[in-house]
C-alpha cells in the first residue's frame, strides 16, 4: 500500500479554534491577513486595512461604525464581530 501525501499543517492551521466565516475563507491559510501575532492591539487595524468603507466612516467619525463610542480602538471590531465560528455564521 503506497503512502498517500497530506497537506503539511502550519502552527496556525493547528491553533486555529475553528472555520472562519464564508466571506473570509479565502483568507484562513494566511493568519497574518487578520491577526498579528506579536502585537494583539493591531487587530482593528488589520480588519480595516480591508474593510476600507468601514475604516472611512471610523475615521471621518461618520455612519453606524462611525458613530459607535471607541470606535477605531483596539479590539472594538472583535467585541462584535465574532470569527471561527463554521463557514455558515452569522458573524455580526
Do not use: W
Not at 473570509?24 to 501575532?37: F, G, P, Q, V
Not at 467619525?61 to 472583535?78: D, E, V
Amino acid at each position: 500500500m503506497a503512502a498517500v501525501a497530506a497537506p503539511a499543517a502550519n502552527v496556525e492551521s493547528l491553533l486555529m479554534p475553528g472555520p472562519v466565516a464564508a466571506k473570509h475563507a479565502k483568507y484562513e491559510n494566511d493568519c497574518s491577513s487578520c491577526h498579528d501575532r506579536a502585537n494583539r492591539e493591531r487587530q482593528s487595524e488589520l480588519c480595516m486595512s480591508c474593510h476600507k468603507e468601514v475604516a472611512a466612516d471610523v475615521q471621518q467619525r461618520s455612519g453606524f461604525h462611525g458613530r459607535m463610542p471607541n470606535a477605531g480602538t483596539a479590539g472594538q471590531c472583535q467585541a462584535c464581530h465574532s470569527e471561527h465560528q463554521g463557514r455558515a455564521a452569522d458573524i455580526v
